[in-house]
């Protein structure tokens, strides 16, 4: 005669599977997190130091300060913002962090912001500061040549796809969205502002040459 398992023992048994289905959840949101918060953290430590960096090889030590790393208040707020929404999701809703191709295409944009505002920094060398220039220098030139032959501020094309791809790589919908919309608009009053000093310091050659070559910003002339 067959036996079968008592209604106690089928309880039991459920209980340990929902229990190891419980564990492994847990754990599959650990091993992302510790992936996506990793990739985050290295990003944000290569982009401000090698900022700090280059600028220290381009202008010399004396001439640097800490304004170089680009930390400022609200980019602490910003962040800070970033990882609570990422907590709050990992916790509650981890399947929106389960989505590697996007996380991965957040990596991607990370790197290609970052090489994009590297080569802008190198190619420009004594000619790009952080801060706008407001008096013409003997060392500041106009630079067409290199990445600037495609954009007029590729640094800035470089800043926006990478502060956007940190968010991307997090799976921060709400992040991202207002990333985007924040940086976007920093830029959307800082290029023209810029640009009237360099229209002063160039003239028309700088006229011509903002005529033929886009921003590098999205929807910004």
Known sequence: MRAFPSPSANVILEAFLNQFRSISGIEIAVIIACRQLSQMFLA???????????????????????QSLLISKYYIIAMVSSLLEYFIEIIFFSGLKEYWWISNFGLLMVIIGEIIRKMAIITAGQSFTHLIKVHHEESHKLITHGVYRFMRHPSYCGFFVWSVGTQVMLCNPLSTIVFALVVW???AKRIPYEEYFLRRFFGSEYEIYAQYVPSGVPFVK
């Open 185 to 187: 608009r920093f830029f």
């Open 44 to 66: 944000v430590i290569f982009f401000h130091s090698s900022e700090y960096v280059l600028a220290v090889a381009v202008h010399g030590r004396s001439k640097v300060n800490l």
